[in-house]
């Protein structure tokens, strides 16, 4: 079955980075967009970045843009979320999630398939 797996999650001081890591098995993973949401206390899950099969395209979340980089490994199955310049409302746990679409997907619901999750604590 399909299993998408998060690691790299920790904490850290404000100012620090953190890169988060997610490797999938039992789907072709390059036929896959991935993307990253996260969930911080007391609010709903909410978008991250997104990545196309190809890696030719990404997307961010505006509270992320110029922090946080997507990016992919098609050869060993995995996609990672470079997190620099983190801030404690970057306080959250961070899912992965793949796709069938080709396009850059925001959307939760579009997602076929999802990771348990990783805590990142970012402290002030």
């Known amino acids: 079955q399909v299993q998408l797996v998060e690691s790299g999650g920790g904490l850290v001081q404000a100012g620090g980075s953190l890169r988060l890591s997610c490797a999938a098995s039992g789907l072709t993973f390059n036929n896959y967009g991935m993307g990253w949401f996260r969930r911080a206390p007391r609010k709903e899950r909410a978008f991250v970045a997104a990545i196309t099969y190809s890696g030719g395209s990404t997307d961010y979340a505006d509270s992320v843009k110029g922090r946080f980089t997507i990016s992919r490994d098609n050869a060993k199955n995995t996609v990672y979320l470079q997190m620099n310049s983190l801030k404690p409302e970057d306080t959250a746990v961070y899912y992965c999630?793949?796709?069938?679409?080709?396009?850059?997907?925001?959307?939760?619901?579009?997602?076929?398939?999802w990771g348990q999750g990783t805590q990142v604590t970012v402290s002030s």
């Open positions: 999630a793949a796709t069938n679409i080709a396009r850059t997907v925001k959307t939760q619901r579009l997602y076929d398939y």
